[in-house]
């Protein structure tokens, strides 16, 4: 993956396929320690103990499960790169809470990338989940919520491309307010 | 900065479109594949490049989504393109500029890609 954000695409297909039916995805960002969090949290319907060691360990996953392949492999493994971690916690009716901790003075970081038009893909594709997208930088957060944009789009749905790229543009503009008021 | 007021003002343009989509009932389907394979091999940009496309050509017949892995990760980007009464087109390795002649030719002029589908490809 050529930056993080399509790992975090990818993750969270997983809590799609888990039927959840809220996901919040969060990125917190502390530029002084150099360090970077993101999170993807779900109400799916959860892992056993057995099934969260095996989706650390693509060879072991992929005749068992078919749903999880490759994508937390890859993502455990863009954090370790950095001297990061990846940590997995479920519940079986319950949910499934991934973070994945990074140095991002590390040489081997892979920037974060477009994380708003992850975002975007993730609820215009999937309508009857609600995404929570929390993002902070040093202490200051921004909070996208696709109930909120719900309620104002009534019927109209959020896959139509003039609302995907609006979505696209607010979510880059807010980061963007993140990374300037310094 | 946008703001939600053009939003609202983008969903009532929506809303006009989607009564004038109501009238027919032909819908092209593309659908893009967006495994872990998929995204891999740069789904993502190929999808936006859909969606932007057919916004700037206001082509309200048409909509996008999105699908799993189905079983050919070597030729991802995978984009299928389903007319109404046609039969399903594959296209296979997709890349952005790509998926923009896929929007003017097959879509906009009705004449599919034949060179990007999976029927072209060396066996």
Redesign the interface.
Known sequence: MRELSLNVLDVAQNSVSANASEIEIEICEDTAAHTLMIGIYDNGKGMTPEQVQSVRDPFFTTRTTRKVGLGVPLFKMAAEMTGGSLEIESTVGVGTNVRAFFHTDHVDFVPLGDMANTVVMLAAMNEHIRFLYRHAIDGREFLFDTAQIKEILGDVPMNDPSIMQWMAGYIKDNIQELTEVQ | ??S?E???A??D???A??TAREDSTAVTRVVVG???CG??AGA?PV??RF??E??KRNLTNV????T?CIGMCQYEPIVEVTEPGKEKVTYVLMNPEKATKVVVDHLVNGNPVVEYTVGALKK
Do not use: D, H, Y
């Open positions: 900065m946008k939600l053009e939003l609202m983008l969903r343009a929506a809303k479109k989607m967006m495994a872990t995204i891999a993502r999808m936006n969606s932007e057919i916004e909509t996008v989504a999105q799993g």
